[in-house]
């Protein structure tokens, strides 16, 4: 037997978690490239297996089987290539780990007679909280939830405070999708035009790793400079009229 091509298809179906009958069907669909066939007897590898997993993680992401072959033909059948490219896609971006909370702990937080169903329901949509039923909900960024408790407790309105929160949340949105534009229409369709060159799928994989931090950076310095130049302006105002005032 080679190192490479060492599992039967009950091995191979034993490991990938696929059954016999579906590995055979994706065999025949061209999805699994053949087996090594020694002895009248067909050996997999390293490669089938990947592949295997790929089209199962694609399959758990929306994907069917046509879409599958499709993409595996276009880009030559890298399997290890997709998942690596999968992963950094998916890659959790989040710095935070969330937290949980009681609908009492809400309230404590944000002040009795300020947490109500309908802020509550505004606060899920705007993704600040999820709820997990029994009275308790997550907060994805427990960050956010911390700056919304601050301005509240500064005076500010719960339900101005969820307003503002997502309005800033559309806004990341539109960020968001410039810079997603951005490494679509300058790196991915070039990469996609030249055939998926074999020698550029590192640098591809590793540029969509680096697109959310950098961009996280780059909207981080961008806000400081505004919201500098908005506070200056704004309150600057203000002191003008009450310069007036007392004139």
Known sequence: MTEESTLTIEQLSA?????????????????LPAPEVRERVGYYGAEHLARLQLIQEMQADGFNLRAIQRLLEETHGQPEQLRSLREAVHAPFETEQPQVFTLAELETRFGGGQVDTRLLARAERIGLLVALGEDRY???????????????????????????????????????????????????????????????????????????????????????????????????????????GRR
């Open 15 to 31: 490991q990938s978690g696929m059954t016999v009958r579906n590995i055979r069907a994706h065999r025949a669909r061209g999805l």
């Open 138 to 244: 997550e907060a994805p960024m427990p960050s956010l939830l911390d700056a919304a408790e601050e301005v509240v407790r500064r005076g500010v309105p719960l339900a101005h405070a969820l307003t503002v929160t997502g309005k800033v949340r559309e806004q990341c949105k539109v960020v968001a999708r410039e810079y997603v534009k951005l490494f679509l229409e300058d790196l991915w369709k070039p990469f996609a035009a030249a055939g998926y060159p074999q020698e550029r799928w590192a640098e591809v994989t590793e540029s969509i790793e680096r697109l959310r931090p950098v961009s996280s950076r780059a909207l981080l310095a961008s806000y400081q400079l505004t919201m500098s130049q908005e506070v200056e302006a704004a309150f600057g105002r203000e002191l003008e009229r009450l310069t007036k």
